[in-house]
Nanobody, 115 residues
Framework: QVQLVESGGGLVQPGGSLRLSCAAS????????MRWYRQAPGKERELVAS???????NYVDSVKGRFTISRDNAKNTVFLQMDSLKPEDTAVYYC?????????WGQGTQVTVSS
């Protein structure tokens, strides 16, 4: 079965950086689009960044210029490099992918930006 396992979250001060990782298994990683979502307390889950199998990247406006999504197909892993973090980036971050008829989510990793 498909499994997505995130890591790399934690507590960081404003202006700091974190790098999230998501290791995938049970799927042909190189051909799927990978996404990072986040959900802050009391808010809806939002799409943060995506990367296609061909390497095309998209970002929500609020993270453009600060976050970078990348993938390593040899390691079946997608990354989210987060720089210049702000308190409003505090959320649980989820890795996501899909196949026709099925959605797959990781368990989430907490990112807290606070002084």
């Amino acid at each position: 079965q498909v499994q997505l396992v995130e890591s790399g979250g934690g507590l960081v001060q404003p202006g700091g950086s974190l790098r999230l990782s998501c290791a995938a298994s049970g799927i042909i990683f190189s051909i799927v689009t990978m996404r990072w979502y986040r959900q802050a307390p009391g808010k809806e889950r939002e799409l943060v960044a995506s990367i296609t199998s061909g390497g095309v990247r998209n970002y929500v406006d609020s993270v453009k210029g600060r976050f970078t999504i990348s993938r390593d197909n040899a390691k079946n892993t997608v990354f989210l490099q987060m720089d210049s973090l702000k308190p409003e980036d505090t959320a649980v971050y989820y890795c996501y992918t899909f196949r026709p008829g099925s959605d797959y989510w990781g368990q989430g990793t907490q990112v807290t930006v606070s002084s």
